[in-house]
């Protein structure tokens, strides 16, 4: 073989090798998007499960009232997430909140009778996000239309839902349908000033 061939072939080796390279690394972002798409609808549907779970405990005949509910051991006890996987919450304190696929979970939910049948559920989630790519998060989870998951009364009069936050926040400046633009700036805003940001959501009611 002459010194041209050789050459030729290592050319067109490095070649191959090289659009092997391409596949392999578009391969690898395209998996890793579907893996985190696949994550969050998770989280989305265990919060929209957990909703659930204390519209439903809000709606049981009296028993449970005056309980709060505002650790993850809670969280288990009353079956409001049962798989419930413990971790400290963004301020340090132990073993308050629950992971999920993305971000961590957190409720502070109240009940108190409204009369000798039936209950009054009011109260907060919080599903914080700290990792890296935090903003996307806080866009993508907040932009699962909440407005419609979470049952119509159990808004009314106060609730509301914040996206991006990093504090608890008044009724007064929030409400619980957003358009995708202001999902967007709330997130970047909150996940931008911070190395923690959440999508909060206040429940008040009255049943």
Not at 36 to 49: C, L
Not at 83 to 101: A, F, I, S, T, Y
Not at 103 to 125: A, C, K, N, P
Request: glycine share 8%.
């Amino acid at each position: 073989m002459s010194s041209l061939q050789s050459g030729r072939s290592m050319i067109e080796m490095l070649g191959v090798l090289a659009i092997i390279g391409v596949l392999s690394v578009a391969g690898i972002a395209g998996y890793s998007k579907a893996m985190y798409k696949y994550r969050m609808n998770q989280t989305i549907d265990i919060v929209t499960e957990v909703v659930m779970n204390l519209y439903e405990i809000t709606n049981k005949p009296l028993g449970t009232a005056g309980n709060e509910i505002d650790t993850a051991q809670e969280m288990i006890d009353y079956g409001i997430f049962p798989d419930c996987q413990p971790v400290d919450d963004v301020w340090g304190d132990e073993n308050r909140d629950c992971k999920l696929p993305v971000g961590q979970l957190w409720i502070d939910y109240s009940l108190s009778s409204v009369d000798q049948e039936f209950q009054h559920g009011r109260g907060e989630i919080m599903v914080t996000f700290t990792g890296p790519n935090r903003t996307q998060e806080c866009i993508d989870f907040a932009s699962a239309r909440w407005e419609s998951i979470v049952p119509a009364d159990m808004w009314p009069p106060y609730g509301f839902m914040k996206a991006g936050s990093n504090r608890v926040y008044s009724h007064e400046d929030s409400k619980f349908t957003y358009t995708q633009a202001e999902i967007a700036e709330g997130c970047k805003t909150a996940c931008e000033a911070d190395d923690y940001c959440s999508v909060y959501m206040a429940f008040h009611s009255a049943v």
